[in-house]
């Protein structure tokens, strides 16, 4: 016999439903079969599966290790030596720093993510079970390509996953980006425009004017430092579409350094020759909450900093002279991003 103890993350929602995510590999008839049989029941009494569990429900299950084994999920998590880079933890949230070359999800059911390594740090620090993920799962709210760096924003809980999803969604978390782009940028601009995602190969056409299928996007930047070939720019995602600031930036006419889809080949080139780069130099550095109240009321008007990439740091020394970025910290006034340098 199993015992399931419900626990806040899995409260709210129906037995039946509940009973799918536990056993996701067997089918709907075998569930209402084990309730009607009473081999399924709920704090020892028998179930219809469409009553609504509360935190310390019980749900008893009685059939063999082997069955439950069975329909249950059955994952992998990996065991490199990846390390995750956490910014910040609580018992609600994570905010890491994603590496580059490694998706923020997963698009394939043979991917390994930034979730599954989240998932797999979990695991080991103890906060979660096995069982515990057959029900639910932490996960990420916002994502970044697979090779820009930067900050995502994870809820290990129901609660905040629910509003770090919801203030995404809204734009109340703001969000900015540290990028070096081609050309001599010397003064900050508002850019709107329309975008349009071709599907089958994966990339965005963006329009200067409305066209069918398109989404209005909005974007800021202000140059921070340049040289004659690429200025370091700070922009400000205030639409968050797919591959937006790279997309975005190239209609313009100032690429991303090191993209290999918006880019500029023939100078991209040179910078592979000189530094292996062979991917868009573009990192989440920012990340401001609003003033709120609710499950995540303990980072009311927190703001949170992603240090760079080491390439990106070495490109910076290397071409425009820049020795070290220091980033405002958190506990300044209003959590305004200085950028502030040293030659």
């Known amino acids: 016999m199993q015992q399931m103890d419900i626990k806040e993350n899995d409260a709210g929602q129906r037995l039946d439903k ?8 067997a089918p709907k008839s075998f569930l209402y079969k084990m309730l009607r049989k009473k081999n399924i029941t709920l704090n020892k009494k028998k179930a219809s599966g469409n009553e609504k569990l509360k935190p310390g429900d019980q749900v008893q299950l009685f059939f063999s290790q082997e069955t439950f084994e069975k329909f249950s999920r059955d994952d992998f998590y990996p065991t490199d030596d990846l390390q995750l880079e956490i910014l910040y933890e609580d018992s609600q949230v994570m905010i890491l720093n994603k590496p580059a070359g490694i998706l ?5 059911p043979e991917d390994v993510s930034l979730v599954e390594y989240m998932l797999s740090y979990l695991l080991e620090s103890g906060q979660f079970t096995q069982t515990d ?9 916002n994502r970044l390509d697979r090779n820009t760096t930067g ?39 508002f850019i709107k425009g329309y975008l349009h995602k ?3 190969c994966n990339k965005v056409i963006v329009s200067s004017v409305p066209i069918k299928g398109a989404q209005p996007i909005e974007t800021s930047y202000e140059p921070l430092t340049s040289n ?17 600031i790279r997309s975005h930036l190239a209609s313009i006419g100032h690429p991303i350094l090191g993209d290999p889809k918006y880019g500029d080949a023939s100078w991209n080139q040179d910078y592979f020759r000189r530094y292996k ?3 868009q130099v573009l990192h989440a550095v920012q990340l401001n909450f609003p003033v709120m109240e609710g499950t995540l009321e303990h980072l009311s008007g927190r703001h949170f900093f992603a240090p760079l990439p080491a390439q990106f740091t070495e490109i910076l020394r290397q071409e425009v002279g820049v020795q070290e970025l220091f980033l405002e910290s958190e506990t300044a006034a209003a959590g305004a991003f200085k950028g502030e340098y040293r030659r």
């Open 228 to 244: 004659a070939k690429l200025t370091l720019l700070r922009v400000h995602l205030i639409t968050g579409r797919t591959h937006q």
């Open 277 to 279: 780069l062979q991917h």
């Open 151 to 189: 900050i995502v924003a994870a809820g290990k809980t129901l609660a905040s996953l629910q509003s770090l999803s919801q203030m995404f969604h809204d734009r109340t978390l703001e969000k900015y980006y540290l990028c070096l782009v081609k050309g001599k940028i010397i003064k900050k601009n």
């Open 198 to 200: 071709d599907t089958k």
């Open 133 to 141: 993920f057959r029900t639910f799962r932490p996960g990420i709210c």
């Open 104 to 108: 923020s999800q997963k698009s394939r």
């Open 18 to 25: 509940y009973l799918s995510k536990l056993l996701f590999k």
